[in-house]
């Protein structure tokens, strides 16, 4: 039986997780569930799973949160803010931790899990693109075992032997497919001034806005890039990004013999997950499996880094090295949020990601923590001011 936290519960990963524990109720019992303020569904999920904790992200919110669990009678312990979030990725009884919060913020917690020597499911991406160099080393030291969700970085690690570095397997290239999101076949003038929720309205994939925003702009495949670096043991020159407008074909792994293996399937976060949470079995997702005649066709193109600029600096970022990444994050994660809220063009958030790497230079990392959040909130403080000047 194993017992899971899965931090970022209520948001669209979170929800995918606790559908397929629900199907493998002998498997699995739900020990924590987090989240930032949709308190509402939290609550919800807390009266089908009966957690033992609770973690409510915004402090504010979690006294109020507290009450109403009290009320209904839930035997679910409430806990606050980010020690909350820690404390029940790395307690003792936990084996497994999901970790699908989105953005910077689910790095300390999934960091606390790593430490802790978890099975730590990654979906969160951006913890990885951030400290990834730390990251690693303490996967390493912990002994913790590293699965990755995201689907591309999930179908790799399905197409190689485990445990077995790329050379050793006889790796040439990773094959990283893209969808290329809603404006794949927009002009840069047409880009321009799209909504929010155009950009959010992904042709083959139902996800939070930021991961959504991030497609459209291809910045999620230059995060993807960046993490599939890390989790691999390799450099960006090994990787080709191929853009599949279908999304069937989630990755492929090209070997020194001519072969090329590739995970195919339908577009659903619960085959990764179910993955990861039974790996290595293979359990029931609640996924169809796939009718390659409703499919018919399977294209590939090569991406356009003209128009998808973001592709192109992340790729730069992760060559710079040192700060260089976690910057690329922090102005990203700024400048999608303006985004979102109306106060940046579309294709102004590759060009504030653009300006705020400019600005600051690439620096080595100091290897913890507490520096990491110095060099992220800097960044986030020039991003905003980029907004300002140039929105
Ligand atoms: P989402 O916005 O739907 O959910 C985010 C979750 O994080 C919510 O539970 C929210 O409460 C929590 N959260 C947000 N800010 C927080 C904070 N400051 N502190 C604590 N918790 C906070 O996002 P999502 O689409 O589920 O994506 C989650 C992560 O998984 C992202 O890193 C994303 O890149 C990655 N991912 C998502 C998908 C997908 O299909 N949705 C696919 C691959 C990877
Ligand atoms: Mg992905």
Same mark, same amino acid.
């Given at each position: 039986?194993?017992?899971?936290? &899965?931090?970022?519960?209520?948001?669209?990963?979170?929800?995918?997780?606790?559908?397929?524990?629900?199907?493998?109720?002998?498997?699995?019992?739900?020990?924590?569930?987090?989240?930032?303020?949709?308190?509402?569904?939290?609550?919800?999920?807390?009266?089908?799973?009966?957690?033992?904790?609770?973690?409510?992200?915004?402090?504010?919110?979690?006294? $109020?949160?507290?009450?109403?669990?009290?009320?209904?009678?839930?035997?679910?312990?409430? @806990?606050?803010?980010? +020690?909350?979030?820690?404390?029940?990725?790395?307690?003792?009884?936990?084996?497994?931790?999901?970790?699908?919060? #989105?953005?910077? !913020?689910?790095?300390?917690?999934?960091?606390?899990? &790593?430490? !802790?020597?978890?099975?730590?499911?990654?979906?969160?991406?951006?913890?990885?693109?951030?400290?990834?160099? @730390?990251?690693?080393?303490?996967?390493?030291? +912990?002994?913790?075992?590293?699965?990755?969700?995201?689907?591309?970085?999930?179908?790799?690690?399905?197409?190689?032997?485990?445990?077995?570095?790329?050379?050793?397997?006889? &790796?040439?290239?990773?094959?990283?497919?893209?969808?290329?999101?809603?404006?794949?076949?927009?002009?840069?003038?047409?880009?321009?001034?799209?909504?929010?929720?155009?950009?959010? $309205?992904?042709?083959?994939?139902?996800?939070?806005?930021?991961?959504?925003?991030?497609?459209?702009?291809?910045?999620?495949?230059?995060?993807?890039?960046?993490?599939?670096?890390?989790?691999?043991?390799?450099?960006?020159?090994?990787?080709?990004?191929?853009?599949?407008?279908?999304?069937?074909?989630?990755?492929?792994?090209?070997?020194?013999?001519?072969?090329?293996?590739?995970?195919?399937?339908?577009?659903?976060?619960?085959?990764?997950? =179910?993955?990861?949470?039974?790996?290595?079995?293979?359990?029931?997702?609640?996924?169809?499996?796939?009718?390659?005649?409703?499919?018919?066709?399977?294209?590939?193109?090569?991406?356009?880094?003209?128009?998808?600029?973001?592709?192109?600096?992340?790729?730069? =970022?992760?060559?710079?090295?040192?700060?260089?990444?976690?910057?690329?994050?922090? +102005?990203?994660?700024?400048? &999608?949020?303006?985004?979102?809220?109306?106060? @940046?063009?579309?294709?102004?958030?590759?060009?504030?990601?653009?300006?705020?790497?400019?600005?600051?230079?690439?620096?080595?990392?100091?290897?913890? @923590?507490?520096?990491?959040?110095?060099?992220? $909130?800097?960044?986030?403080?020039? +991003?905003?001011?980029?907004?300002? #000047?140039?929105?």
């Amino acid at each position: 039986m194993q017992a899971i936290t &899965v931090l970022g519960a209520t948001g669209s990963i979170g929800v995918s997780t606790l559908d397929v524990i629900a199907r493998h109720p002998h498997r699995y019992r739900v020990f924590a569930l987090t989240a930032n303020s949709r308190t509402d569904i939290l609550l919800q999920q807390c009266r089908q799973f009966a957690p033992r904790y609770a973690v409510v992200a915004d402090e504010q919110q979690a006294d $109020a949160f507290a009450l109403r669990v009290r009320e209904e009678g839930l035997a679910v312990e409430v @806990l606050a803010g980010v +020690a909350g979030l820690e404390a029940v990725a790395a307690h003792p009884e936990v084996t497994t931790v999901m970790a699908a919060i #989105v953005g910077f !913020a689910g790095l300390s917690p999934t960091l606390a899990a &790593v430490r !802790a020597g978890k099975k730590i499911l990654l979906a969160n991406k951006e913890a990885l693109v951030c400290a990834g160099q @730390l990251f690693m080393q303490a996967v390493g030291q +912990a002994g913790a075992t590293l699965l990755p969700i995201d689907s591309e970085h999930n179908a790799i690690f399905q197409c190689l032997p485990y445990g077995k570095t790329l050379v050793e397997a006889g &790796v040439r290239r990773l094959l990283l497919t893209a969808s290329g999101g809603p404006f794949r076949e927009r002009s840069l003038e047409e880009m321009e001034w799209v909504t929010p929720e155009q950009a959010c $309205a992904h042709p083959n994939w139902s996800m939070g806005r930021k991961i959504s925003v991030d497609s459209a702009t291809m910045m999620n495949k230059g995060l993807e890039l960046i993490e599939a670096c890390w989790l691999f043991g390799t450099t960006p020159a090994q990787v080709q990004v191929v853009v599949h407008p279908q999304s069937i074909v989630h990755s492929l792994v090209e070997y020194a013999d001519g072969s090329t293996l590739a995970q195919l399937g339908n577009p659903d976060m619960r085959t990764p997950i =179910a993955y990861g949470l039974a790996w290595p079995e293979r359990i029931d997702a609640g996924v169809p499996a796939l009718d390659l005649f409703v499919a018919g066709r399977l294209d590939f193109l090569p991406p356009d880094e003209v128009r998808f600029p973001a592709l192109r600096l992340a790729r730069e =970022a992760f060559i710079a090295g040192g700060s260089a990444p976690l910057v690329l994050n922090a +102005a990203n994660e700024v400048a &999608v949020a303006a985004f979102l809220a109306g106060r @940046l063009p579309f294709t102004g958030v590759a060009r504030i990601v653009e300006r705020v790497l400019e600005q600051l230079a690439a620096r080595p990392l100091p290897g913890d @923590l507490s520096a990491l959040v110095a060099v992220d $909130a800097l960044s986030r403080q020039c +991003a905003e001011q980029e907004i300002k #000047v140039h929105a």
